[in-house]
């Protein structure tokens, strides 16, 4: 568990903190327009299990495919990690508890028989809506074939 959060360490981190949107972020606007633009259809920020309280930023329900669009800071990405040198423990142990909470998302979703897409922030959204799309025409082939 992590412990009690910190007070912020300057007012511009705080400012920064609340601006930090929770859903509808730029990545995932500009990913939603795409993926409607090109005539798919889909629901937003949508629990798949009941009784589990994590949502899927982007849901295809029919072809069974979660997507989430991660931000670097908040879910560690690989390229662009990076830890606040201010209340670092406390950050750090939050940072990786986000990591824990999103692969056992994953593990839950998957079990249930879903595709899981995690998709960057710093993704071309191009490049995240030909990999969506080629995901979710293959589950609706898979599930048609039934």
């Given amino acids: 568990m992590i412990a009690k959060r910190p007070k912020a360490s300057s007012p511009d981190a705080l ?5 930090t ?3 509808d972020t730029a990545a995932e606007m500009a990913i939603r327009s795409a993926l ?28 069974k495919v979660a997507v989430f669009v991660d931000g670097c800071f908040w879910h560690c990405c690989p ?11 406390w950050w750090t142990a939050k940072l990786q508890a986000n990591r824990q ?22 993704e071309s959204p191009g490049d995240a809506i030909t990999r969506i799309v080629k995901l979710v025409q293959l589950r609706q082939r898979r599930f048609a074939a039934r």
């Fill in 15 to 19: 400012r920064r903190m609340k601006a």
């Fill in 21 to 23: 949107r929770r859903r």
């Fill in 36 to 63: 409607h633009t090109r005539g798919l259809r889909f629901r937003v920020d949508r629990s798949i299990l009941p009784g589990v309280r994590r949502r899927a930023d982007i849901v295809f329900v029919t072809a």
């Fill in 79 to 89: 390229i662009h990690q990076t830890y606040p040198k201010a209340n670092m423990k």
């Fill in 101 to 122: 909470r999103d692969a056992d998302t994953n593990r839950q979703i998957r079990e249930a028989g879903w595709f899981v897409a995690r998709i960057w922030e710093h």
